[in-house]
């Protein structure tokens, strides 16, 4: 290999898409069998199903940023239905022929609009009845919607708030959500004389031990923590609830962060990433009370009040938790989605839940989630997605996530690798030409770290990340058009 200590950007001329660029591996790869197990139980589905959804799920994650950024101000939401998670991208422009990768449909209200009516109802969230707790938009139905137990009580929070009632509607519901904490036992860390709350997911920090994230009503600032073998674990360094419920953990030298969920039943599961699943997608959360279980996505952004004041811009899901679960882990195959804050009912009669996305908590405390890779380094964090993995000498990996990426658009796209130090990495962008996969752009110094910046077309692009010698974790930073 010709070794090179600058940046080499090689142009090529524009191609025909002639076909569509195959996976490198199925986006879930295999997937663990207890986890589709999970999915067929929980979700009522075939294995074959299950399968289906983990691929089609996790390519809607890559597809739905483009359409949003191609439809501008008509766009109004993007989900997954029916049982192999199809993706469907919503428009208020009736003139809108087809977009590539979704089906389209027309709705009366933008994306814009709708948000706007549901930040009406957040800045009001003090004058919210406790029988409204929760309010959310919800896509599919291209409105906002409020659960309340007496909707004129709804009626009445709508018109305290000022939002606009044309894009509101009340739905009759019995949920009365609480946090869930404060049950010893399990697989699990407690809180100060024995309260006990869930693991999140393993994070870093530049001068820490590291640590994991949870649940904000776990624990305040400065409250200590023993792991669930009862030895002293660590120290809350920070901690919002309610308006949020996110927390972060400090783990002393005894503890090791590693980018896996236990997910009981369902074995040890990775985390590979925190690519966010569209609403609709199937998930799965563990907890030390009732272990693993598993939902849909249906709500983003959603508001929800529980007796201690309102948590902001949660999801809402249809998987089932109890008390003790709080702060647990919630994932899509292999995507770290994030953190129970809590719900109602439980998973004797099924239940609703709401976490905390586990984008958020990074960016709040600028924190770098673990993979399955180990600690990855913590470069290339001013960039709009993070991908981690671990090389060994002469390997390569995809990204993102052993897949590929669509831009529908022209413009830059750059590339950050931050390698462990002592290796020599390299990294290559790739683009689909209609039967196989060239490189357009390359940075091969012989040294951990590499950038990219390539000028390019639409179509399809992947990241190429080689080990040419030495092995360790290393975190990639992306931008696209």
């Known amino acids: ?55 089609n799920e996790q390519k809607a994650g890559r597809t739905a940023p483009g359409l949003a950024k191609r439809l501008g101000a008509d766009y109004a939401g993007a989900w997954v239905e029916g049982p192999e998670s199809s993706l469907v991208v919503a428009t208020t422009n009736p003139s809108q022929r087809r977009v590539s990768g979704a089906e389209l449909r027309v709705v009366a209200h933008s994306m814009a609009k709708l948000d706007a009516a549901k930040e009406a109802l957040d800045k009001a969230a003090d004058k919210a009845p406790k029988t409204a707790p929760v309010w959310y938009v919800d896509v599919p139905t291209n409105s906002v919607v409020i659960l309340s137990s007496v909707p004129a009580d709804a009626e009445a929070f709508i018109a305290a708030s000022g939002a606009d009632k044309a894009l509101i509607r009340v739905e009759q519901s019995n949920e009365q959500p609480v946090p869930y904490a404060d049950i010893r036992g399990g697989d699990a860390y407690y809180i100060g004389s024995g309260s006990r709350c869930s693991v999140g997911f393993s994070v870093t920090k530049p001068g820490t031990n590291g640590g994991f994230v949870t649940a904000g009503h776990c624990g305040s600032v400065g409250a200590t923590t023993r792991g669930a073998n009862q030895q002293a674990q660590g120290t809350f360094r920070g901690s919002s609830f309610p308006g949020n419920d996110y927390a972060w953990v400090e783990v002393n030298t005894s503890w090791t962060p590693v ?101 958020e908590i990074l960016s709040a405390y600028g924190l770098t989630l673990v993979t399955g890779g180990g600690n990855p380094p913590t470069g290339c964090q001013n960039y709009r997605e993070t991908y981690n993995g671990s090389l060994a000498s002469g390997a390569n990996q995809y990204q993102p996530n052993n897949s590929y990426y669509q831009s529908t658009v022209s413009g830059t796209h750059a590339g950050c690798l931050d390698g462990p130090s002592g290796v020599d990495f390299d990294l290559y962008l790739q683009k689909w030409n209609g039967s196989t996969w060239a490189t357009v752009a390359t940075s091969d110094s012989p040294n951990a770290d590499e950038s990219i910046s390539y000028n390019g077309t639409a179509g399809y692009y992947r990241y190429r990340v080689h080990a040419y010698s030495g092995s360790g974790s290393y975190t990639l930073g992306v931008n696209r058009p």
């Open 259 to 359: 980018g896996v969920v236990n997910g009981y039943s369902a074995g040890i599961i990775p985390v590979n990433g925190s690519t966010v699943a569209p609403v609709g997608s199937s998930i799965c959360r563990a907890g030390s009370t009732t272990g693993w279980h598993c939902g849909t996505v249906q709500q983003l952004n959603t508001s929800v009040t529980y007796p201690q004041g309102t948590v902001n811009e949660v999801t809402r899901t249809s998987v089932c938790a109890e008390p003790g679960d709080s702060g647990g882990s919630y994932i899509s195959g292999n995507q770290a989605q994030g953190v129970t804050s809590g719900g109602s009912g439980n998973c004797s009669s099924g239940g609703t839940t709401y976490f905390q996305p586990v984008n």
């Open 1 to 55: 290999m010709l070794r090179t200590r600058t940046l080499i950007a090689i142009a090529i001329g524009a191609l025909a898409l002639t076909a569509t660029p195959a996976v490198a591996s199925a986006p879930a790869g295999n997937p663990p069998d207890g986890l589709v197990k999970a999915m067929q139980r929980d979700l009522n589905l075939t294995e074959e199903q299950a399968k289906k959804r983990l691929v």
